[in-house]
């Protein structure tokens, strides 16, 4: 089953206003790195770097992370969650690659190519994102386009490839 990280972060929140302890940030992204291969490098990182600081100093504690910051995480993670679903609508919208709209050659989609018009549009996005702004700049869309409901052209898309 999937898990987000702010779902994670939630659920450990509740637990704590009702008496239990909260677990450390590590700990924390030691769990999360099961189900998100992304955080099992990040969970090996803190895992070196705790081995590391224990070496040189016996007596390190792990940080303990205040409930205020818990949730900061939360509430940014969750504005990161949703501007990244605009972005990959407005992406899909525009035909651009959703990960760097065309603008990195060391983009693991496009390698630089993704620029908005390169990739097949997605449709339903676009009259939902784009056509309405179009009467401003006096333009419509065409009618072939809108008849048969596709651009006429053998459109790609961008092989999916998660967000860093
Ligand atoms: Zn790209």
């Known amino acids: 089953m999937a898990v987000d990280f702010a779902s994670l972060l ?6 704590a206003s009702n008496g239990s302890e909260l677990p450390s940030i590590q700990q924390l992204v030691s769990e ?8 099992a490098v990040v969970a090996k990182y ?3 770097r705790q081995s590391r600081a224990t070496e040189s100093d016996q007596s390190a504690e792990e940080p303990q992370i205040p409930l205020e910051t818990y949730q900061k ?4 993670r969750q504005e990161l969650d949703q501007l990244r679903q605009r972005n990959d609508a ?7 690659c959703y990960l760097c709209w065309g603008t990195q050659v060391t983009c693991p989609t496009c390698q630089g190519g993704g620029v908005p018009g390169a990739y097949q549009s997605d ?3 676009f009259d939902e994102l784009v056509s309405p702004v ?7 869309q065409s009618t072939r386009t809108r008849a048969d409901g596709h651009n006429g052209e053998d ?5 999916e490839v998660p967000h860093g």
């Open 32 to 39: 999360y790195a099961a189900a998100d291969p992304r955080m």
């Open 90 to 96: 407005l992406a899909g919208a525009l035909g651009a």
């Open 10 to 15: 939630t659920d450990r929140l509740n637990a």
């Open 73 to 76: 995480i939360k509430a940014i």
């Open 46 to 48: 803190m895992a070196l």
């Open 134 to 140: 179009l009467p401003q700049f006096h333009l419509t």
């Open 155 to 159: 459109g790609q898309k961008p092989k």
């Open 123 to 125: 449709r339903a996005l």
